[in-house]
């Protein structure tokens, strides 16, 4: 199968298009025909080696940790997915761009959905469901998130706001039109954001959510003014010195599903920013490493 592979960390210049080995479904999984994978910052942050010491990889390696495709292998144990059934989720650590992929938690694509967006998706969406679970009932609280017009943040947001949340997110300027077509209020980040958000919540911030690589995790903090309702997904360290939580995404069907279910109510449509070919995968890194939104590499 074509694949894109790294034989050795580094810059995206290692990347390459070339033959490898198929997949195949085991027990509880599936194995599908990629037509989209995304990119996601864990997939850089491997490829440049700066986890190898936590995350170790078998080289040469596939990048990518969600997809979008059709079943075309059951494995045993599977019941609620058939052979051409379009599906999204989440496979390996890193292992999904490419012809062939397999799947161990997973949801049916909805139909409003695009095999690009479903892609984007998966990830981003078994993120920010962890996330908003840690912070318990948001009903008729406000939630700030940094950070909300990206992938993680915008699937955050469109989960808080289902369950009832009011969510105040920061984004660029030209990301707040996005932030207010999702129901959203919008402010900047940065210094000052303490008053920004007061003018907005004179009633308080219940909760926050840290969604972007920034440095703000204290600000959050200092914002809500308990550190057990700040989540971040990005800065593990600095929730250990402050008292916040750190969640990482798992690879949970159940997931995935709430998020496609918000697809199919009109409540959640994926982000994507650039569309790229398998052929240009260093392309892709190279953009979503420099901050250029949701990119999405397709297979077909």
Known sequence: MRAARFHQYGDPDVLIVEEAAEPHAVANSVRITVRAASVNPIDYLLRGGALQEA????????????????????????SNVRAGDLVFGLGGVSDTTAEFAVLTAWSAVPSSWSAEQAAAAGLASATAAAAIDALGDLTGRTLLIEG????????????????GARVIGTARLANHQYLTDLGAVATTYGPGLAERVGALAPEGVHAAFHAAPSASLPDLVAVV???????????????????????????????VERAA?????????????RVLPLASIREAHELAESGAGKVVVTLT
């Open 225 to 255: 003014g308990d550190a057990s309702r700040v989540v971040t997904v990005v800065d593990a360290e600095g929730a250990g010195r402050l008292g916040a939580r750190a969640v990482n995404a798992v690879n949970d069907s159940a997931l």
């Open 55 to 78: 995350l170790p990889l078998d080289l040469p390696a596939i990048p990518g940790r969600d997809a979008a495709g059709f079943v075309d292998e059951v494995g045993d144990g599977v």
């Open 261 to 273: 279910d918000l697809g199919r109510r009109g409540l959640y449509t994926p982000r994507v920013d």
């Open 148 to 163: 909300a017009s990206g992938g993680v943040g915008s699937a955050a947001a469109a989960f808080a706001l289902a369950a």
